[in-house]
C-alpha cells in the first residue's frame, strides 16, 4: 500500500468510530495528478445522495489541462461503494455523526481508494488530552 495523502486534520478534530475503503471516479488528468501527489483533502467531506456518495471540497490540481477542457479543481467526485455501504452511512448521518476522507493510498493492484472515516467531534478537553497523552509518549512517561 503507497500512500498518497491524508487528512491529519481529521485525526486530531475528531474522534474515528468506523473506517471503510472506497474507489473513487477520476478523470485523466486527475489521476496523473493524484499520482505526482497533487492534492489535498484537509478540507474534504463526503456527502450521501440517493444511493451514491459523492467526496465534496478535495482539491486535485493537475499539472497541465488542456485547452478546450474546462476543468474545477474542487468539483464533485463520485466514490465507489456498495449499495448496503451506502445506506450504513445514510443511517450514520442521520445518527449526527460526519463523513470525512482518512487518506488517499494505492492498492495491491495499483488502483486508488479512499478512506472513508465515520467521525464524531472532539471538544476541546478531548483535543487536550490527546495533546497530552501524545506529549506523554514522547518523552516516555
Known amino acids: ?17 468506523e473506517t471503510l475503503e472506497a474507489g473513487i471516479k477520476l478523470l485523466g488528468i486527475e489521476v496523473k495528478a493524484v499520482r505526482n501527489h497533487n492534492l489535498s483533502i484537509d478540507e474534504a467531506w463526503i ?19 488542456p485547452e478546450w477542457q474546462v476543468y474545477d479543481p474542487i468539483r464533485q467526485r463520485a466514490l465507489l461503494i456498495k449499495k448496503n455501504q451506502s445506506r450504513k452511512l445514510k443511517i450514520s448521518l ?12 494505492f492498492n495491491t493492484r495499483n488502483f486508488i481508494k479512499v478512506e472513508i472515516g465515520v467521525v464524531k467531534g472532539k471538544k476541546l478537553h478531548d483535543k487536550r488530552k490527546t495533546i497530552m497523552e501524545r506529549d506523554m509518549k514522547r518523552y516516555g512517561f
Do not use: D
Not at 440517493?50 to 471540497?57: E, I, K, P, T
Not at 442521520?94 to 493510498?105: A, C, E, H, I, S
Open 1 to 17: 500500500m503507497e500512500l498518497i495523502a491524508q487528512n491529519k486534520k481529521a485525526r486530531y478534530n475528531y474522534e474515528i468510530l
Open 47 to 65: 456527502k450521501i445522495e440517493g444511493n451514491c456518495a459523492y467526496l465534496v471540497g478535495a482539491s486535485i490540481v493537475p499539472a497541465k489541462v
Open 94 to 105: 442521520q445518527k449526527g455523526l460526519t463523513l470525512v476522507p482518512l487518506k488517499f493510498y
